[in-house]
């Protein structure tokens, strides 16, 4: 036990700087279905999340159930919110839009007892996504700029701009009265990111500053 303990540890810690490596190492833990209790319940929502972030979409949301179901009457709040969070995502992954609203409402109702930023942020972005996809575009921005707040107070760059993608993906119109914010704080942020989220910021600046010119409103992508 105390093996796996420090893999999820190891796993947890390259999550958002190594996904790829937080997934094989997940990945390289023998008969999981043997795990009971907590490791069994950290087990699912870790690759849950190492798939998530790596952008491999869910078909099923049994895994991050399992979760779910430990931690419903725990009092680790972050895990706690941490798995509705991804049972939110894995129900948007299926397309189950209705189903998702509840369990991260669920999660954003924790957050003032969740230390984790990268969480808060998570959970702000993908409610934002949830209320874009319905059209509900003021409160979508509001999410995505409780997001942008956080990690601009921590110094997040890349997050900062994938939060600035997500909020120019909002019709112009919801946005034209803080839109050369939002512009100048990307193009001063974009030359720190790696090559390929620079890659998609300036995609991004060209379609949004293009639909600004034309009135045509930009193809919505989901910015985890």
């Known amino acids: 036990r105390t093996a796996i303990t420090s893999v999820f540890a190891e796993a947890e810690s390259l999550m958002y700087t190594h996904p790829d490596s937080a997934l094989t190492l997940l990945q390289a833990i023998p008969n999981p279905e043997q795990l009971t209790g907590k490791a069994q319940a950290d087990s699912a929502l870790l690759m849950t999340q190492a798939k998530s972030r790596n952008r491999i979409y869910a078909t099923s949301d049994s895994l991050i159930r399992i979760a779910v179901d430990y931690y419903q009457n725990s009092d680790e709040m972050g895990q706690k919110a941490k798995s509705l969070l991804y049972l939110g995502d894995v129900l948007m992954d299926m397309e189950r839009y209705a189903d998702a609203t509840l369990p991260l409402k669920q999660a954003e109702e924790m957050l003032n007892k969740v230390e984790d930023p990268h ?105 985890k």
């Open 119 to 223: 969480i808060q942020t998570l959970v702000y972005n993908s409610l934002g996504y949830l209320n874009r996809k319905a059209s509900n575009y003021e409160l979508s921005l509001s999410y995505y700029k409780k997001a942008l707040t956080i990690n601009m107070h921590n110094g997040y760059l890349e997050w900062i701009v994938s939060n600035i993608l997500n909020i120019i993906n909002i019709p112009i119109a919801e946005i034209s009265d803080s839109a050369d914010f939002y512009i100048n704080t990307l193009l001063k942020n974009i030359i720190t990111t790696k090559p390929s989220l620079q890659a998609k910021a300036y995609n991004s600046l060209g379609v949004y500053l293009e639909a600004q010119n034309n009135q045509k409103q930009p193809e919505i992508t989901k910015h």
